[in-house]
């Protein structure tokens, strides 16, 4: 047994037999650029090998969900030439990947808001949902012009006729306000990447009681075994959600 196959089994075994959600803030495309006197485009297409790096070692590391930050609704402030070509790359991703990931048996999902998106992106985001549909294998999740907050108030608004709803019905709505056809789960693990340690708008509620971890590596150069450290810095962790460890006896 190699050693992913067997953190893979340690992570079913310490979650309950449940694959993890790990959630993943890829941080530091454009400094990765700056460093080698390129452009920021140039550090988000890096990126992206670093994204296919993660998904192929994802499953055998007893992730069952995936979702990375791919566009956030503060990233609009970007120079346009930027915003531009990062949803051509995001695009282009979607065309490109969705028949391979349908043939690893990867479901491929957009959560965020539609409306400000270019047309050719709505449409490659419908293609690539319908072509992937199904997969079991991984379920991966891109983040695309979202907000936490914005997320939440748009469910919000969906419950004003109910005095009272529990948590997992919101979850639910939240789920909807996002365009996911499952209510919203909870986050295992939040890792970013790039230094930085805060949580920039991302899976506020699905973060509740997630583990945080900080890597200092730039996402162009983040590989598996990164990955991998990540999920046993995991497993290192007492997970209490609130209550007392119970006594040995």
């Given at each position: ?233 995991f497993h290192r962790r007492e997970r209490r959600f609130g209550r007392v460890p119970v006594a040995a006896d």
């Open positions: 047994m190699n050693t992913n196959e067997m953190t893979g089994r340690q992570t079913a075994e310490n979650n309950g037999d449940r694959p993890l959600h790990v959630a993943i803030i890829p941080d530091g495309n454009g400094r990765w650029a700056a460093q080698r006197g390129l452009p920021r485009t140039a550090g988000h297409r890096a990126g992206v090998e670093a994204v296919w790096r993660v998904v192929e070692a994802a499953p055998s590391l007893g992730i069952g969900q995936l979702t990375l930050y791919a566009f956030s609704a503060d990233n609009w402030e970007r120079p346009h030439e930027e915003v531009q070509g990062l949803l051509a790359i995001l695009e282009e991703f979607l065309r490109q990947q969705a028949p391979v990931c349908r043939e690893q048996g990867i479901e491929l999902q957009v959560i965020g808001r539609r409306d400000r998106l270019p047309a050719g992106l709505r449409s490659a985001i419908r293609q690539a949902q319908q072509l992937t549909a199904g997969g079991h294998r991984l379920r991966l999740r891109l983040a695309v012009d979202y907000s936490a907050r914005d997320a939440i108030v748009r469910a919000a608004c969906r419950m004003l006729s109910s005095l009272e709803i529990t948590r997992e019905e919101f979850a639910r709505l939240l789920g909807a306000a996002c365009f996911d056809r499952y209510p919203s789960a909870d986050v295992d693990l939040l890792i970013r990447t790039g230094g930085e340690q805060r949580l920039s708008d991302f899976l506020l509620w699905e973060l509740a009681y997630a583990e945080l971890v900080f890597c200092p590596r730039l996402w162009p150069d983040f590989e598996a075994a990164d990955l991998e450290a990540a999920v046993a810095e």
